[in-house]
């Protein structure tokens, strides 16, 4: 029941996801009348205020326990999504979505914690079953934000806020059924000495290695409509192709892909993998842009199909590690630095591939694949040295 009801909170969170982020530049622009450029950069810098939230409401999490933290995190999310519909200047704009996005940045950390705790020594299984059923919310709340596109009016976005706030009360509702979840004593012989996340050097350079590889996201959503669409002489069409592809993909195979993944030494070896995936999958988008119609939109298809076994090779292995370098007593703490590492990643993507792809030439797109194998390869021998200095017990060698 407790792993059932944490399940149906992400899915019902990720539901009201999926609604409102495709609207919330709309939102701002054509209803609250902002200027684009002013409201997409002041999203970013919000996103980037807000990464810092995760490790602060992670160590209150290991502090107090996660379900309250959840609870209350949860309720001030509601509280924050809910004035959005007060906006009406860019002022009031930067004051909300500062909140709105400090809750998001939190959000990771405070889920690491849960999922730590709930998922016990199954807990990276767990997180891949939670991962296709994030996959489908999403989706399935970016079909209900359609109809909202479509009827493009005040009523039908303030109901989509409204549709989000719902989804973190009843969130809140549904974590609140776990239960308490009573935080696990600090042991320093089984630490190594580890005080705080931030200070962890090993820890942290994974995840900043991470926040590298975790490039695939920004390469699917940002530049592969603007490649497709003018770059190539694939159907326009085939930007929703590519998204349904590596949604289903995802909801289909990922607890497959990430079974067998489960020490940190397995996921080392999968984020090493999901380096050279992604740079064949980049090689493969670029290709789609020297052949004639439908020839690219299957390179296409291919790209995106080699893209998201990356994407779940990544994820597989990203649990792993996460969780496994993380000392039980500090799970939702390491689990807020980690998502500051590749929050940073995801924030550096857009403007990245920018100038790798769109402006760079073929060079960039060789550069591109280069700096993901890269970061793949630096994985393990981090890994051996964070396991080596937490004094682990030493299991098979990474290659």
């Known amino acids: 029941m407790t792993r059932r009801s944490l399940a149906a909170a992400l899915f019902v969170r990720y539901l009201g996801t999926g609604v409102w982020m495709p609207l919330q530049v709309l939102f701002f622009v054509r209803i609250v009348e902002l200027d684009t450029s002013r409201v997409v950069t002041g999203l970013t810098a919000a996103s980037l205020v807000g ?44 004051a909300v979505i500062v909140l709105v996005a400090l809750g998001k940045g939190a959000f990771p950390a405070i889920t690491g914690a849960l999922i730590a705790h709930v998922g016990g020594d199954d807990k990276v299984m767990y997180r891949a079953r939670l991962y296709s059923l994030q996959n489908l919310a999403m989706v399935s709340g970016s079909l209900l934000g359609g109809i909202v596109l479509q009827l493009d009016s005040r009523t039908g976005y303030t109901v989509a806020v409204l549709a989000d706030v719902c989804s973190y009360l009843l ?50 959503a940002v530049l592969m409509p603007v490649w497709i669409s ?25 607890t497959r892909v990430a079974r067998g993944v489960e020490t940190p030494r397995d996921g080392a070896l999968a984020l090493r993998r999901s380096g050279p995936a992604v740079a064949v999958a980049v090689l493969i988008v670029y290709a789609a842009s020297h052949v004639p119609g439908m020839a690219a939109m299957s390179l296409l298809l291919a790209g995106t199909a080699v893209l998201t076994l990356g994407e779940m090779v990544f994820a597989a292995g990203e649990y792993a590690v996460s969780f496994g370098l993380a000392p039980d007593h500090a799970q939702g703490e390491y689990q807020g630095v980690f998502g500051l590492g590749t929050g940073l990643g995801t924030a550096v993507a857009p403007p990245l591939l920018n100038a790798l792809c769109l402006m760079a030439g073929p060079a960039g797109w060789l550069a591109l694949c280069g700096l993901v194998i890269a970061a793949g390869t630096a ?8 396991e080596k200095q937490y004094e682990r017990t030493p299991g098979p060698a990474v290659p």
Do not use: I, K, N, Y
């Open 51 to 94: 990464l810092l939230a995760g490790p602060a409401a992670g160590r209150l999490a290991d502090r107090f326990g996660p379900r309250e933290v959840g609870v209350a995190g949860l309720l001030v999310q509601a509280g924050a999504a809910a004035l959005l519909l007060t906006v009406d200047d860019f002022t009031g704009f930067l």
């Open 171 to 220: 969130a809140a509702a549904l974590v609140a059924r776990l239960g308490h979840l009573p935080p696990v004593r600090r042991d320093p012989e089984a630490t190594g000495g580890r005080r705080a996340a931030l200070t962890d050097r090993p820890f942290v350079a994974v995840s900043l290695l991470a926040g590298v590889l975790v490039v695939f996201e920004s390469f699917l």
């Open 230 to 254: 003018e770059h190539t002489d694939a159907p326009r069409w085939t930007v929703s192709l590519t998204f349904a592809l590596s949604s289903v993909m995802v909801v289909l195979l990922q």
């Open 379 to 386: 994985v393990p021998p981090v890994v051996r040295r964070a």
